[in-house]
Nanobody, 118 residues
Framework: VQLQASGGGSVRSGGSLRLSCAAS????????MGWYRQGPGDQREVVAS???????HYSNSVKGRFTISRDNAKNTVDLQMTGLRLEDTDVYYC?????????????WGQGTQVTVSS
């Protein structure tokens, strides 16, 4: 599976951005797609994820501001980010992983920079 992320960029505090990620290759029906972020010297942390059946998970820091959505037919996952804050500045990574297959298969997309300025 390959992931191609797009979106990101620079925005003023309080603004909005949308990230998109498209998966291609041997995609299984039972999977999770999500977004992580990582700052310099920090560990990569989950932002939001969504299963192929529609269950979502958000980190506490983005709840109420970010919305994850998927199109299973197109194998895409989007992250709508609103109310952006300075601390949301990071490199954002798309991720895909399987649920039922053993061993579990995981893949990262390339990072995309999100910069929030005052």
């Amino acid at each position: 599976v390959q992931l191609q992320a797009s979106g990101g960029g620079s925005v003023r505090s309080g603004g909005s951005l949308r990230l998109s990620c498209a998966a291609s290759g041997s995609i299984v029906s039972d999977n999770v797609m999500g977004w992580y972020r990582q700052g310099p010297g920090d560990q990569r942390e989950v932002v939001a994820s969504m299963t192929s059946s529609g269950s979502t998970h958000y980190s506490n820091s983005v709840k109420g501001r970010f919305t994850i959505s998927r199109d299973n037919a197109k194998n895409t996952v989007d992250l709508q980010m609103t109310g952006l804050r300075l601390e949301d500045t990071d490199v954002y990574y798309c991720r895909y992983w399987t649920i039922s297959i053993v061993p579990q298969y995981k893949v990262w997309g390339q990072g995309t920079q999100v910069t929030v300025s005052s």
